[in-house]
């Protein structure tokens, strides 16, 4: 996207990191890059090898915008939020040998009239699937743990209709869709409009929403009729107290089962996301959690550790109480910070049990049976035993690093 918004006269290449190794002898004129808090340390090693060899660096990305500062002694420029309106004032100034420090904006851009993703920069193989779009920025709530709402805004913009099926339309091959939006429902009336959109061009596509989807029939009728299989929802957290202490007002754990019930009612798979570690968490969480998800019969599920990010309202108060651990942002996969009401290698070792737990062959089994969905029985099967196979050993890896 960034890419898009670059001046035709100037040749562009990528490297993804995750499925190419980059290299640093290129002979480029410019290096951008963009980075989150877990890439944070690795951005700057990269930076700062292109720096000693003369090359100007490019910081952008939400880890770069929330400290700035810090970035700035890796770059010689540092993009602070969205890149649209700043980027090719970037360039303007880089032709003219006169790069600024810092470039941000008064307001938030409009999404309306967005260039196409220059998708045929990707590399052409190492992807599960290309076809990745947003329609939307920004998330209506407020949770403390997440940091969308210090980049995107608390309100929620969303594309023009015409310009989503302009992006639609270019897509040249591949039946998977994925939308990176943070909610894909932030909306429901625009969400509606997107999915009847999206009907005619029979896509299989997942998402992103947050669990109110559950609520309207109408909308879950319209998401599996234009192609949708598989949900990935923000639960956070089984207990009442988390999630009144976090902000996160949309979930009402009572509301859980039945919300589950309805939209697997519809043919669409739910992968649950839940944290670990909170204040309001004590040892027990770990067990009640997988047991509430293998009674949801959740399809997948996904378990964090609370990662106190910059930007964050829990950030700033693990802070205050001089409660993290460590700001080395290579780090932050890991437990980081004090917790409340158990140890850090509790937590550590907790969350470790509980993806073990969940993707034990005997729970996919009472979970999945021979259940089908729109994704089929037998490629819920297949995901759960990616994860199971994918994550696990990763995960003790890891550990096996930390502890080294």
């Known amino acids: 996207m960034v890419a898009a918004q670059t001046p035709n006269d100037v040749d562009i290449s990528l490297t993804d990191e995750c499925i190419a190794a980059i290299d640093l002898q290129k002979e480029i004129d410019l290096v951008g890059i ?20 003369g090359v100007k660096v490019v910081l952008g990305g939400v880890h770069p915008s929330i400290l700035p500062e810090e970035a700035s002694q890796h770059a010689d420029a540092v993009v602070i939020g969205e890149a649209e309106g700043i980027w090719s004032k970037v360039i303007d100034d880089f032709k003219a040998g006169g790069l600024k420090s810092f470039y941000s904006q008064e307001r938030r851009p409009s999404l309306a009239g967005l260039p196409l993703p220059r998708r045929d920069l990707f590399a052409d193989s190492g992807y599960f699937v290309k076809n990745v779009m947003s329609t939307s920025r920004g998330c209506p709530f407020s949770c403390s743990f997440c940091s969308v709402g210090f980049l995107f805004g608390h309100s929620y913009r969303f594309r023009p209709i015409d310009d989503i099926r302009r992006e639609l339309d270019s897509f040249k091959s591949g039946k998977i869709l ?37 609520k309207d029939d109408e909308l879950l009728a319209l998401a599996r009729d234009s192609g949708c299989f598989y949900l990935f929802i923000g639960f956070e957290s089984i207990s009442p107290a988390v999630l ?47 047991h509430f998800c293998r009674k949801l019969k959740l399809d997948t599920a996904s378990f964090a550790i609370l990662a106190p990010y910059p930007g964050t309202a829990i950030y700033e108060s693990l802070d205050k109480a001089g409660r993290i651990l460590t700001k080395d942002w290579s780090r932050y996969d890991d437990v980081v910070f004090e917790p409340k009401q158990m140890s850090v290698e509790t937590l550590r070792k907790g969350t470790d049990w509980a993806w073990r737990e969940f993707y034990k062959l005997p729970s996919i089994y009472d979970r999945l049976g021979i259940r089908t969905h729109t994704l089929s029985g037998l490629g819920l099967w297949a995901m759960n035993i990616y994860l199971r196979s994918r994550y696990i050993p990763e995960r003790a890896r890891r550990m096996q690093t930390i502890g080294s």
Do not use: C
């Open 178 to 214: 994925f939308f990176n939006d943070d909610n894909i429902v932030g909306n429901f009336n625009f969400a509606k409009d997107l999915f009847r959109v999206l009907i005619p061009y029979k896509k299989k596509w997942y998402a992103q929403a947050s669990i109110n989807v559950a």
């Open 34 to 53: 963009s980075a989150i808090t877990t890439t944070a340390h690795r951005a700057y090693e990269i930076a700062d090898a292109f720096r000693t060899k």
């Open 244 to 290: 009144s202490a976090v902000g996160k007002k949309v979930n009402v754990v009572e509301e859980y089962e039945e919300a589950v019930q309805n939209i697997h009612s519809h043919g669409i798979a739910v992968h649950g996301m839940f944290v670990f570690g909170f204040d309001e968490d004590d040892k027990g969480v770990f067990e009640r959690t997988v």
